[in-house]
Nanobody, 124 residues
Framework: QVQLVASGGGSVQAGGSLTLSCAPSEYTDAYSYCMGWFRQTPGKEREGVAL???????TYADSVKGRFTISKDNPKNTLYLQMNSLRSEDTGMYYCNRVIAIGRSCTWDPSGHWGQGTQVIVSS
């Protein structure tokens, strides 16, 4: 079964930056109109961080607006999350996943299996 594998996490100080990547574990021609980044912080449920659709329309959670940027490289079948001005509350495990689209609008509801996440630790 093809998994989505996130990478690029690490430990940074508050105010720093990281760029996360997400790609399938093996070649796949599976297509998803919407993709998203999610995170799970200690003691909390997994939450949506950013969404992008096939037309590069993006949506962000209020907590990351102006600091995070989601993008994708279709030929490389790779999803990215550029994270700037990181805060301690951004600490958590980050995942990518396909998300359900209603019409041409992405929802925050993941539609695929959860793959390998990448840990982000922000120290203040």
């Amino acid at each position: 079964q093809v998994q989505l594998v996130a990478s690029g996490g690490g430990s940074v100080q508050a105010g720093g930056s990281l760029t996360l990547s997400c790609a399938p574990s093996e070649y796949t021609d599976a297509y998803s109109y919407c993709m998203g980044w999610f995170r799970q912080t200690p003691g909390k449920e997994r939450e949506g961080v950013a969404l992008i659709d096939n037309d590069d329309y993006v949506t962000y959670a209020d907590s990351v607006k102006g600091r995070f940027t989601i993008s994708k490289d279709n030929p490389k079948n790779t999803l990215y999350l550029q994270m700037n001005s990181l805060r301690s509350e951004d600490t958590g495990m980050y995942y990518c996943n396909r998300v359900i689209a209603i019409g041409r609008s992405c929802t925050w509801d993941p539609s695929g299996h959860w793959g390998q996440g990448t840990q982000v630790i922000v120290s203040s």
